[in-house]
């Protein structure tokens, strides 16, 4: 098993990594069993992502899955996001092994997650 | 940069001395041991030569060792050679939950095959309890297979205790002593074991070759059948390179037992204190001292384990975790499972496994650039709070 030289490069330098207070959305999933839990806050304003933070235990690809999502989702509006699939997230990584395309590529679900929170929200709001 | 291994549980490298015995059966010793004339009968000296070494580490006789592929092999040939052979008299098998997956898998092919396994369950250090172990075993029983200590966590069970147990009782007694051979004694005159298998890369000797002991009249059927060899009980050209660097790896295991068990002993002690003082959250599983002084396994929590690996790696320090992401399985490991460990823990453990060209430098090393790699990863965990040092 090998990774990336792009997928070590978010390993090791991942992008947005934090919280963000007040946060729009937030989506969290995984669980310790399966070895990765992801947690991704978005900020959004007229219908566009523009921020995205992430804070994330687990292994090489799921830290770079995170980074890599937050790169891809900001200033896209909320439909461009909701297209984002787990494909998109490691095609833009120069792929990944192939056991990790499932256990470890949890940022997709989660951005879907985090902009489910956000419409939850906003509902509530009106 | 400094290269340091310390994943000498998953395989060593091939001691200078050992090399130094292999190379003639590579080049001009390369008779096949069936063979009557002198080619042949050159590499069945080396053969028997190396058959003796082997049995001094168990202190047997050289005609009770039997030489296989690996550790894999022979404890394959131990449960299922015993199993078939003995089935008429019993179809029921006792195993830990923490043993080797060739154990495991092994017994999981028998329960296909109509045998029953029983596996039992151990505490949190993961001992085998003798009490347990004994009030499970019934008069079909007809084999057990406990290791002698654990490739994870060090783990050294009570062999003695469990063996006599089963010595009472006309059982065999099978223990895989991959991770414990050449480290500690196994004594076949003193432990009433029947069969224990061993492997060449785990001592500082070659991959592909392993050895079995199997007690002188202990019913067993092979593997793998074809010509006489191994007193027809592992068909197939002996291995004879390898072999004979197997048989050199015991040699000098037996000889350096003693300063070795010291040397690691020290080295692992000294680094465990050393990381309990620069990182907090930190837990050794397994027993502190009734383990193999080689081993330790270590939980940083809030850090999933196979971070840790590439970070240490590019730091250039090469260590192991028995967690999920290593091992291509989305599990945490079982060893850890079975020690009733909290998953997050689990996923958060590593294996230091240091080797006899470790140094106290390399101790220090680690000490100085481990404790970043967690901050940095604690940092961005969404399970982590600081705890207060």
């Not at chain 1, 992008?15 to 969290?28: F, Q």
């Amino acid at each position: 098993m090998a990774y990336s030289i792009k997928v070590m490069d978010h390993f090791t330098n991942p992008r947005n990594v934090g919280e963000i207070e007040n946060a729009d959305g937030i989506g969290e999933i995984g669980n310790p069993v399966c070895g990765d839990i992801m947690k991704l806050y978005i900020k959004v304003q007229d219908n566009r992502i523009v921020d995205a933070k992430f804070k994330t235990f687990g292994c090489g690809a799921a830290i770079a899955t995170s980074s890599m999502i937050t790169e891809l989702v900001k200033n896209k509006t909320l439909e461009e996001a909701e297209k984002i699939s787990k494909q998109t997230v490691a095609e833009a990584l120069d792929g990944l092994p192939a056991n990790k395309m499932h256990c470890s590529n949890l940022a997709a679900d989660a951005l879907q997650k985090a902009i489910e929170d956000y419409k939850r929200k906003k509902e509530k709001n009106v | 940069m400094r290269s340091i291994y310390l994943d000498h549980n998953a395989t060593t490298p091939v001691h200078s001395e050992v090399l130094e015995e292999m190379l003639p059966y590579l080049k001009e010793k390369f008779g096949n041991a069936s063979s009557i004339h002198s080619f042949g009968r050159e590499a069945k000296v080396g053969l028997e030569y190396a058959r003796e070494k082997v049995a001094k580490l168990f202190n047997c006789a050289p005609s009770e060792i039997y030489f296989t592929s690996g550790g894999t092999e022979s404890d394959n040939l131990a449960i299922k050679g015993v199993a078939f052979a003995n089935r008429r008299k019993g179809k029921h098998i006792i195993t830990s939950s923490i043993e080797h997956h060739a154990v495991l898998e092994s017994c999981k092919y028998l329960q296909k095959e109509g045998f029953e396994i029983t596996f039992l369950p151990v505490d949190k250090y993961g001992f085998v309890d003798p009490d347990e172990f004994g009030k499970n075993i019934r008069n079909d029983t007809i084999l057990v297979s406990i290791m002698h200590t654990n490739n994870e966590i060090g783990t050294i069970q009570p062999l003695n205790e469990l063996a006599n147990i089963t010595k009472e009782k006309g059982v065999y007694f099978h223990t895989d002593a991959v991770q414990s051979a050449g480290k500690i004694p196994l004594d076949t005159e003193k432990i009433p074991i029947d069969l224990a298998s061993i492997s060449g890369h785990k001592i500082y000797g070659p991959k592909g070759v392993g050895a079995i002991y199997i007690r002188k009249g202990v019913r067993i059927t092979p593997l793998a059948h074809g010509g006489h060899h191994e007193r027809s009980r592992r068909a197939g050209t002996e291995n004879i390179p390898g072999i004979v660097g197997l048989g050199k790896a015991a040699e000098i295991a037996l000889r350096d037992m003693e300063d070795q068990y010291r040397h690691l002993k020290s080295l692992t002690e000294a680094f465990f204190k050393k990381l309990h003082e620069k990182i907090v959250d930190i837990s050794l599983n397994g027993h502190s001292e009734k383990r193999i002084p080689s081993t330790l396994n270590i939980s940083f929590k809030g850090v999933e384990g196979e971070s840790i690996i590439l970070s240490l790696d590019m730091k250039g320090v090469a260590v192991a975790s028995g967690s999920a992401c290593t091992s291509g399985s989305l599990e945490p490991s079982h060893v850890l499972s079975a020690l009733g460990i909290d998953p997050a823990i689990a996923q958060s453990s590593i294996r230091f496994g240091f080797g006899r060209g470790n140094t106290m430098e390399d101790v220090d090393y680690v000490c100085e650039v481990l404790p970043e790699i967690i901050e940095r990863l604690r940092s961005m965990s969404p399970i982590y709070t600081q705890a207060k040092k």
